[in-house]
């Protein structure tokens, strides 16, 4: 199991790297296929992104952190767990009701495969949020 939790809590801290480098530098991320292209997105999606990485850094880095913290037999991890859970089952959710809104109103928010790709991170997102609850209060009971 724990091999399991250090893997998930690697994908995550990558994925929280990723936010960071957008935070900081937009356009490299978009170079680098972390954001959508500028030529296949609105601006106001990519301004909207630019916004949601900032956010990010201030709300996911407690999945990573917990995971850490459980690998060291620390006694906080499952309360960064439940908070973590929940900001990733948020986060996910709410990022994919984001996209398919904009869509829906005729933004454009990338190609068909940076969607499909933002739509298996969301999924992802939300998967490691619940599994993360889900272990964090069979710990706590």
């Known amino acids: 199991m724990a091999v399991v939790i250090g893997l998930i809590c690697v994908v995550a801290a990558l994925l929280y790297a990723g936010q960071l480098l957008s935070s900081v530098n937009f356009a490299l991320a978009q170079r680098l296929g972390l954001q959508e292209k500028a030529a296949a997105a ?21 999945v990573p952190v917990a995971g850490l913290l459980m690998l060291l ?3 906080w991890w499952p309360y960064l767990g439940l ?7 948020d986060a996910g959710g709410r990022e994919a ?12 928010v990338g190609t068909r495969n940076e969607v499909r790709l933002g739509f298996g991170v969301f999924a992802f997102l939300i998967a490691v949020g619940l599994f993360m609850i889900a272990i964090s209060l069979a710990e706590l009971v």
Do not use: C, F, N
Not at 97 to 108: Q, S
């Open 42 to 62: 609105d601006p106001l999606h990519a301004r909207l992104e630019l916004g949601a990485a900032r956010w990010d850094l201030v709300s996911l880095w407690t």
């Open 73 to 75: 037999d620390q006694a």
């Open 83 to 89: 908070i973590g859970g929940g900001a990733y089952v």
């Open 97 to 108: 009701a984001k996209i398919l809104g904009l869509r829906d109103r005729g933004v454009r």
